[in-house]
């Protein structure tokens, strides 16, 4: 008769690959010196954008933090798969989600869901570039804007992406209804509760940013790749010795 095993055995668990999390985990990691680096794509390319005027409100509140930030001109990239990776709006796209520690991802409603030109971006960054994943662990705020009524299709379709993408995603959003309204003859959001949003998705993914960025590597550690890490290993060593 097989003994009954005890309920806190963990049979199938490779134990040296299994870490236990501790505070003093994080009193290890240094702190970044330099400004926090935020790259922010729209999702529309009319003459008279309202997601790339709002994403542009948004650059200068990060900017008046301290942040450095880039705003992604989104005309003449490619539609995924329809050019090779190596097309020069693919390589700045890609350096520039490299380069980032936050991103905004900001898109008009249509058809209730995101634009394709938003969908676009997002399929170019890959979920690895050689051993680097371009976003895991990387601080993520999602902006939409309507034509009609409010609504979150869009930012909720980017908070699907945005955990695929293993992005720290913070919880505040901003969903702009009605935008044609909402902007001035000089293309400047104008006084409302939606810009005070703005603000605090802003000043909410700055502090996220400089919360996390030092120990992203150490948050998006899993024991699945560590685990897959050393089995590879083992299989190069063995191969070597026969």
């Not at 542009?56 to 509140?61: D, I, P, T």
């Not at 390589?91 to 898109?107: D, I, K, P, T, Y």
């Not at 869901?113 to 997002?122: D, E, P, V």
């Not at 089995?231 to 190069?236: A, D, G, Q």
Request: glycine share 6%; net charge neutral.
């Amino acid at each position: 008769m097989t003994a009954a095993m005890p309920d806190n055995a963990l049979p199938n668990l490779v134990d040296d690959l299994f870490v236990v999390p501790t505070r003093s985990d994080f009193a290890a990691v240094g702190n970044a010196t330099h400004a926090p680096r935020f790259l922010l794509l729209y999702g529309s390319l009319r003459a008279r954008s309202f997601s790339r005027l709002l994403t542009h409100e948004a650059a200068r509140l990060l900017e008046a933090m301290g942040g450095e930030v880039r705003v992604f001109d989104p005309s003449g990239l490619p539609l995924p798969d329809d050019a090779p990776d190596t097309h020069p709006k693919v390589q700045e796209l890609r350096s520039l989600a490299q380069w980032a520690e936050g991103m905004v991802w900001c898109s008009p409603e249509r058809h209730g869901a995101m634009t394709g030109i938003m969908k676009a971006q997002i399929d170019w960054i890959p979920l690895a570039i050689g051993a680097v994943r371009p976003t895991q662990g990387k601080t993520l705020a999602v902006m939409e804007v309507s034509g009609g009524s409010q609504s979150f299709n869009a930012v909720n379709q980017m908070r699907v992406l945005g955990r695929w993408m293993r992005m720290i995603t913070i919880p505040n959003q901003s969903s702009v209804a009605k935008a044609f309204m909402e902007f001035d003859e000089h293309d400047r959001m104008k006084p409302s509760p939606y810009y005070d949003r703005v603000v605090d998705v802003m000043e909410e993914l700055y502090k996220f940013t400089l919360l996390t960025r030092d120990v992203a590597p150490y948050l998006v550690d899993r024991y699945s790749e560590r685990k897959e890490n050393a089995e590879e290993l083992s299989r190069r060593v063995n191969q070597r010795s026969i």
